[in-house]
């Protein structure tokens, strides 16, 4: 199993920070009785968001993991084998 680099890891660290760092922000200016329903709606936009960098993230670590200890496919009928040059991929989801 491999494991994330140092910097993803720090990255990852200091987005979580921000984003607790925010949840205080949001009880602490909380209408009275309405702590709950607004960390709700705290964590339902912005840690959607969070979660899906988190994995952007991740998915680029390995693919860009993969792409450097890969051997470059070959072709089957000639034997030859045909590297592109490494390439950051932007995933697009919802």
């Known amino acids: 199993m491999q ?3 140092p ?3 720090a990255l990852l660290h200091a987005r979580l920070d921000a984003l607790l760092n925010e949840c205080n922000l949001v009880t602490a200016h909380a209408d009275y009785g309405q702590t709950l329903d ?3 709606e705290f964590f339902c ?3 959607r968001q969070f979660l899906h960098d ?5 998915l680029q670590e390995h693919i860009d993991h ?3 200890v890969s051997e ?17 991929k932007n ?4």
Do not use: L, Y
């Open 45 to 47: 936009t912005k840690g």
């Open 72 to 88: 470059p496919p070959s072709c089957p009928d000639c034997k030859k084998t045909h590297s592109h040059e490494k390439k950051t």
């Open 3 to 5: 494991s994330e680099s």
């Open 7 to 9: 910097t993803v890891r």
């Open 54 to 58: 988190t994995f952007q993230e991740k």
């Open 38 to 40: 607004d960390m709700e």
């Open 91 to 94: 995933i697009v989801s919802r």
């Open 66 to 68: 993969t792409e450097a």
